[in-house]
């Protein structure tokens, strides 16, 4: 299971950007369709790897990117790994992506800090 490695990575770059005290509510990620990550076994895995960190209860938000391709002899673009035109070998153009897009931070009195991202 490759999500709890993605899990720990996403929790530690979070980490890198709280400066300060606080706690995270949420962590919204962005992921590539071809990286063939599972949301469900990532958000497990996320609980296990953010405990006893500023991230521990977070919600983990995320958003899927969808796959597309460009036509290395004609470049038309689609979501095909072959040219539906010509029939040539595809470039990636989305889809391998895993971004770490905002942190939304609270306060250790509770009170919102706002986003970061």
């Known amino acids: 299971m490759h999500e709890l490695s993605v899990a720990q990575g996403i929790v530690?770059?979070?980490l890198s950007h709280i400066k300060g005290g606080g706690k995270v509510q949420?962590?919204?990620?962005?992921?590539?369709?071809l990286t063939h990550i599972n949301v469900e076994q990532l958000a497990f895995a996320f609980e296990i790897a953010s405990k006893g960190t500023a991230l521990e209860?977070?919600?983990?938000?995320t958003r899927i990117i969808e796959a597309r391709f460009r036509c290395?002899?004609?470049?038309?673009?689609?979501?095909s790994?072959?040219?539906?035109?010509?029939?040539?070998?595809?470039e990636v153009l989305n889809g391998e992506e895993l971004l770490l897009e905002r942190l939304k931070l609270v306060e250790d009195n509770g009170d919102a800090q706002g986003d970061r991202g």
């Open 26 to 33: 949420e962590v919204h990620v962005a992921i590539g369709e």
């Open 12 to 14: 530690s770059a979070a």
């Open 72 to 79: 290395l002899r004609c470049g038309r673009e689609e979501k």
């Open 57 to 61: 209860g977070a919600r983990l938000e």
């Open 81 to 90: 790994f072959t040219c539906s035109a010509c029939g040539s070998a595809m």
